[in-house]
């Protein structure tokens, strides 16, 4: 069973960067052909998708953080981190981290997060 | 970006109600569809997935329908463990995106 946990400071000044890790357990980051993606959810923008990285290379992020967010990975640690540069107060939020698989239905495949972590905490305040 | 609208964005209901929640893509997604419980305090729960399939170990009261742009997931008889926030989300495009959410409130 895949299990994942986010970990990192929780309270960031305004504009200085943030950074979380998630590592996960039960399976290897490098295996597969998963997308390791970081989430979260405010009060005010509800649940909001931040990136991503793939086993097979490459990172896909959200074009409204682009500027702004570094996902890398660390496959010694098997773990994957979030970099965000430059935080305000909307970016409180709880981050999850959380892994997109594909399901075959005979002519497509079809994404869905199978499993995720428990969610960190994150407040940006002087 | 694809708009998921659900509805309503909560309701009230009995154990044993019959609970119908309904989500609305802004384009066509096929079945490219997922649905969520969420607990205080807990991350999302897979349900279902491919918007009818049901993730193994799930109740079999919970079901989805839909394809296109409409979806539904129902709750047959609904149960107290059942009182959540459930979100539906769609895996068509980057970004992925979610409904609001619909909170299931006990009557």
């Known amino acids: 069973q895949v299990q994942l946990q986010e970990s990192g400071p929780g309270l960031v000044k305004p504009s200085q960067t943030l950074s979380l890790t998630c590592t996960v357990s039960g399976g290897s980051i490098n295996s597969g052909r998963y997308s390791w993606t970081w989430l979260r959810q405010s009060a005010g923008k509800g649940l909001e998708w931040i990136g991503r990285?793939?086993?097979?290379?490459?990172?896909n992020y959200s074009p409204s953080l682009k500027s702004r967010l570094t996902i890398s990975v660390d496959t010694s640690k098997n773990q994957f981190s979030l970099k965000l540069s430059s935080v305000t107060a909307a970016d409180t939020a709880i981050y999850f981290c959380a892994r997109e698989t594909d399901f075959w239905n005979g002519y497509s495949e079809i994404p869905y997060f199978d499993f995720w972590g428990q969610g960190t905490p994150v407040t940006v305040s002087s | 970006d694809i708009q998921m609208t659900q509805s309503p964005s909560s309701l009230s209901a009995s154990v044993g109600d019959r609970v119908t929640i309904t989500c609305r893509a802004s384009q066509s997604i096929s079945n490219y569809l997922t649905w969520f419980q969420q607990k205080p305090g807990k991350a999302p729960k897979l349900l279902i997935y491919t918007a009818s399939t049901l993730q193994s170990g799930v109740p079999s009261r919970f079901s989805g329908s839909g394809s296109g742009t409409v979806f539904t997931l129902t709750i047959s008889s609904l149960q107290p463990e059942d009182f959540a926030t459930y979100y539906c989300?769609?895996?068509?495009?980057?970004?992925?995106?979610f409904g609001q959410g619909t909170k299931v409130e006990i009557k």
């Open positions: 990285f793939f086993t097979h290379g490459g990172t």
């Open positions: 989300q769609q895996s068509f495009s980057t970004p992925r995106t």
